[in-house]
């Protein structure tokens, strides 16, 4: 069975930089499919934040792109995710999450294992 | 990136069937997917693609598409399927975007 497992701190000063890890148990991340980042406000709905290939090719939220960072360590089995100068708006419940993808006839995209959730508060 | 509308609020009868749905141009080109989520917990996913379900997703659930319209249709109602629902596509520049989410009240 394939897990995630996130790392990272739960509290974070304003202008610092966010940085939380996830560990992927089960599945070799070298085998392939895509390994995503989606974050969840207090209260609010999903919004996707930025997506790894195993070869390091990125996917970024355009409204995020300046200040974040994805990347993956497939020795570790390990994908990362670091956003820059973050503000109190940047609170919220991260996920990490395995993404397949399909571009056949009619393509689409899943998520379909989840890591447990890491509340980051930004606050100092 | 393209964006995704779905009601705010969905209720059921218990039993009966709803249908919860998403709307946005990219699902023009690109299926949606779907996740439930329970308070205090990760999504899951329920269906994606044409009409899949992963394993051990009951068949109540199942989804269509029909133009720039997604739907998730609930058939059969239960409790524990109350929770909110996401949607989730790509789109042109292979960007992802979510819905806003669906509450769905069982009653």
């Known amino acids: 069975q394939v897990q995630l497992q996130q790392s990272g701190p739960g509290l974070v000063k304003p202008s610092e930089t966010l940085s939380l890890t996830c560990t992927v148990s089960?599945?070799?991340?070298?085998?392939?499919?895509?390994w995503g980042w989606i974050r969840q406000p207090p209260g609010k709905g999903l919004e996707w934040i930025g997506s790894?290939?195993?070869?390091?090719?990125?996917y970024y939220n355009p409204s995020l792109k300046s200040r974040v960072t994805i990347s993956v360590d497939t020795s570790k089995n390990q994908f990362s995710l670091k956003l820059s100068s973050v503000t109190a708006a940047d609170t919220a419940v991260y996920y990490c999450?395995?993404?397949?993808?399909?571009?056949?006839?009619?393509?689409?995209?899943?998520?379909?294992?989840w890591g447990q959730g890491t509340l980051v508060t930004v606050s100092s | 990136s393209s964006e995704l509308t779905q009601d705010p609020a969905v209720s059921v009868a218990l039993g009966q069937t709803v249908r919860i749905t998403c709307q946005g141009e990219?699902?023009?080109?690109?299926?949606a997917s779907w996740y439930q989520q329970k308070p205090g917990q990760a999504p899951v996913l329920v269906i994606y693609g044409k009409n899949n379900r992963p394993s051990g997703i009951s068949d109540r659930f199942s989804g269509s598409s029909s133009g720039s319209t997604a739907s998730l249709t609930i058939t059969g109602a239960q409790a524990e399927d109350e929770a909110d629902y996401y949607c989730?596509?790509?789109?042109?520049?292979?960007?992802?975007?979510f819905g806003g989410g669906t509450k769905l009240t069982v009653l």
């Open positions: 790894i290939y195993r070869s390091g090719s990125t």
């Open positions: 990219s699902l023009r080109s690109s299926y």
């Open positions: 999450a395995r993404e397949g993808k399909y571009y056949g006839s009619g393509s689409y995209y899943w998520l379909d294992f």
């Open positions: 989730n596509t790509r789109d042109s520049s292979d960007d992802r975007v």
């Open positions: 089960g599945y070799s991340i070298s085998s392939g499919y895509y």
